[in-house]
Nanobody, 115 residues
């Protein structure tokens, strides 16, 4: 059973930074894609950063130049470095893994950007 656990969310002032982490455990193989989504209150879940194995990373237009996706295969972990945070970045952030068998999602971590 694959489990994803996010951490690193919290309250930050506008202009600040946070680094989200996602630790994966279990038997993981045949990954197609991985990355981060977010869901703001009352809105749908939207892609933030998406990494295709064998390809590159795509970012939502709203976060380009501010957010950076990275991964550490040795640690079975992925990260989202978020800089220049703004109130509109407030959301629950979810990491995911898309494998040939199914998708896996974490439970989410809340990021609140407020003065």
């Amino acid at each position: 059973q694959v489990q994803l656990v996010e951490s690193g969310g919290g309250l930050v002032q506008p202009g600040g930074s946070l680094r989200l982490s996602c630790a994966a455990s279990g038997s993981i193989s045949s990954i197609n894609n991985m990355g981060w989504y977010r869901q703001a209150p009352g809105k749908q879940r939207d892609m933030v950063a998406s990494f295709a194995v064998g390809g590159g990373t795509q970012y939502a237009d709203s976060v380009k130049g501010r957010f950076t996706f990275s991964r550490d295969n040795a640690k079975n972990a992925m990260y989202l470095q978020m800089n220049s945070l703004q109130p509109e970045d407030t959301a629950v952030y979810y990491c995911y893994l898309d494998t040939v068998r199914r998708e896996y999602w974490g439970q989410g971590t809340l990021v609140t950007v407020s003065p």
